[in-house]
């Protein structure tokens, strides 16, 4: 697609339920990341993917978070028996090339996660 | 381990005067630097970027920053704010240690514009 797609925009769950979110990267970039975004703790790098694969998930703040990527493609996180404190914005952003690179990043308009 | 500092958490200035976001950087590597902006309740949006070219960048809507390694410093310029600059603005370098890529983030300048 022209940009990276986030869904949902918002999302509100109950303390204990589990929750999915889904990041649909620009066509064609290989390397995916989450990132989170809460108030006092700024923007938080959580995984990287490369392709399938996430060489870097040294990010998931506990055994509750987990992502997968399919195709190269969608990627989905998953937040187990959620707390109030995942409370945050949860960031996706892609970009072309492997490694460490010199250019930008397009981000996601994010999904908005409230833990009630 | 590479590090931003972003100096103010909150600048206000008035329409129409320039704007300074102060930006230093800690990096074992040649960094390659960014800054984003981020209006209310909207996604991430890339102002400019260093990639060891030209030591001052130009960005989108008349925003600049000029890299100095003698100072570690990427501070973010515009000689004439708008009332459409009001966001948050965020410092970023990328991570050279390792082969991921990740972006490590300031904390982030809100910038308030006065009419």
């Known amino acids: 697609g022209a940009g990276v797609s986030q869904s949902p925009s918002n999302k509100v769950t109950e303390k204990g339920k589990d929750v999915e979110l889904r990041c649909d990267p620009i066509s064609g970039h290989t390397a995916l990341y989450w990132y989170r975004q809460s108030l006092g703790q700024g923007l938080e790098f959580l995984i990287y993917f490369q392709g399938n694969s996430a060489p870097d998930k040294s990010g998931l703040p506990s055994d509750r978070f987990s992502a997968e990527r399919t195709g190269g493609s969608v990627s989905t996180l998953t937040i187990q028996r959620t707390q109030q404190e995942d409370s945050a914005v949860y960031l996706c952003?892609?970009?072309?090339?492997?490694?460490?690179?010199?250019?930008?990043?397009?981000f996601g308009s994010g999904t908005r996660l409230t833990v009630v | 381990a590479q590090s931003v500092t972003q100096l103010d958490s909150h600048v206000s200035v008035s329409e129409g005067t320039p704007v300074l976001l102060r930006c230093n950087y800690s990096s074992s590597y040649s960094p390659s630097l960014f800054w984003y902006v981020q209006h209310p309740n909207k996604g991430l949006q890339l102002l400019l970027k260093y990639t060891s070219a030209a030591t001052l960048v130009k960005g989108i809507n008349g925003f600049e920053a000029e890299f100095k390694k003698s100072e570690t410093s990427f501070h973010l310029t515009k000689p004439s704010a708008h009332m459409s600059d009001a966001a948050e603005y965020f410092c970023v370098v990328s991570d050279g240690s390792s082969n991921t890529g990740k972006l490590i983030f300031g904390q982030g300048t809100t910038l308030q514009v006065k009419p």
């Open positions: 952003a892609s970009r072309t090339g492997t490694g460490a690179s010199r250019y930008g990043y397009t």
